[in-house]
């Protein structure tokens, strides 16, 4: 299985400068290349303007400071990001041309396969990098033994810091997903509960005001300063830190979050969401940008992927309006929280009903089996705004029949003991 991990780098100051250096010739290239493929009728093969790359070492000399490969994978990279255009286009969207990139846009240098070893120098880890050096590196989580490093991106964040992100392939038998699926569970994302599950736990989403505050400060000082004065750059490093945090944090709670659902249970079943489109939507966007559910998704896929588990992404048309009971589709607005099924009487939170119809449709996709019976009623009680798993997880709730007696009142909640399951090191 293919890993990315992510170390700070401290290089002292004739390093970075080095690297600095590096990078901005990179850039360069990156520049030069999309200029003659904008000046080309047809486009060429990647591996035919690779092999144009010692000929320009000829009357460019900066290109022999930097390691070959390095400059392969600039090309490389002009490419993929052509290709990415060219799916945009084809999907229907408006798109431009690439543009050139200016030297706050072009920010990294890749090694693959070759130019790069770890290794440690008078007993501290250093990465050393082809024509740059060692630089010393934070190893603050083990590489895993049977694996083998296979790329390496150096990049410089807006904060000024450098950071290595290795391309990692572990060999590892992948768990066998479980035949009989015991713990299944369906997942229905939102704003002010981050999720709400078949099981009945409501997880709150995370209070980022402080932060948010903190960083809208800072923008607002950096507003004030005089554009491209020491003063200001200081201001904007101090910008850049503030979102980083802010990026930090956030993603800390996706992990142990999705990693949660991925090591507990057998079966998880979302909803195949557009995140972008959703974004893109009026109203409301800056909430359904910082909830990340297209992140929360792409996190939780990959770690069932690692755990054996069935990941289902289903259709998310009308779980929302359809009863979990009797199927009956009602329509309700967004500001009504509660599902009253005006055919069968049924009621339960909306967010409770949405969740069980999503692990219908994933049990189903997979060809599992549903319970015949129907959810018991779920009224919210007094004072509450999420609906305790005792009154949603019982004898009718949509699971499969081999585990329809096992099912109890449980996971009322996520406490904070259990959303720290996941040691840094195994995300």
């Not at 200016?102 to 070893?117: H, M």
């Not at 934070?138 to 991106?153: A, C, F």
């Not at 979302?270 to 995140?275: G, N, P, Q, R, W």
Request: aromatic share 6%.
């Amino acid at each position: 299985m293919h890993y990315n991990y992510k170390y700070r780098l401290d290089p002292p100051g004739a390093l970075t400068e080095t690297l600095l250096h590096h990078v901005d010739t990179c850039r360069q290239l990156y520049n030069h290349v999309l200029s003659k493929l904008n000046e080309s009728e047809d486009i060429p093969a990647r591996y035919k303007v690779q092999g144009t790359l010692p000929k320009l070492k000829t009357w460019w000399d900066d290109l022999n400071d930097v390691h070959s490969k390095v400059l392969q994978m600039v090309v490389k990279r002009v490419y993929d990001n052509l290709s990415r255009l060219k799916r945009q286009k084809e999907s229907g969207r408006t798109v431009g041309r690439l543009k050139w990139k200016c030297p706050r846009e072009y920010r990294s240098l890749t090694y693959n396969q070759s130019g790069f070893k770890l290794k440690n120098t008078s007993g501290r880890p250093v990465l050393w990098l082809s024509k740059i050096g060692e630089i010393p590196i934070i190893l603050h989580r083990d590489i895993p033994e049977n694996s083998t490093i296979k790329q390496v991106t150096v990049k410089q964040e807006p904060t000024g810091e450098w950071f290595a992100t290795f391309g990692i392939d572990v060999d590892e038998n992948t768990p066998q997903k479980p035949e009989n699926l015991e713990r299944v569970v369906g997942i229905d994302v939102g704003i002010l509960k981050y999720v709400h599950d078949s099981d009945g736990t409501a997880v709150e989403s995370p209070d980022f005001s402080d932060e948010r505050e903190r960083l809208e400060r800072a923008q607002r000082n950096l507003s004030r300063k005089e554009h491209g004065s020491n003063n200001w750059e200081e201001q904007r490093k101090t910008v850049a830190r503030r979102h980083a945090d802010l990026k930090r944090k956030r993603r800390d709670f996706l992990h142990k979050l999705s990693n949660y659902y991925a090591r507990e249970h057998d079966l998880v079943a979302v909803e195949k969401l557009d995140a972008k489109g959703l974004v893109e939507l009026p109203g409301n966007s800056r909430n359904r940008t910082g909830a990340s559910w297209g992140t929360f998704l792409r996190m939780l896929e990959y770690k069932c992927e690692r755990e054996g588990t069935h990941f289902v992404a289903v259709d998310p048309r009308g779980t929302t309006k359809e009863c979990a009971s009797c199927g009956t589709e009602t329509d309700k607005p967004l500001w009504v929280r509660e599902h009253s099924c005006p055919s069968c009487g049924f009621e339960a939170d909306r967010d409770a009903n949405a969740s069980w119809n999503i692990l219908s449709r994933g049990l189903e996709d997979i060809g599992a089996e549903r319970s015949e019976s129907t959810p018991v009623e779920t009224a919210l009680p007094t004072g509450t705004t999420s609906v305790p798993a005792k009154r949603v997880m019982e004898a009718g709730s949509p699971i499969t029949r081999s585990q329809g007696d096992l099912v109890s009142s449980q996971k009322a909640e996520l406490s904070d003991d259990t959303l720290k399951c996941e040691p840094s090191g195994e995300r």
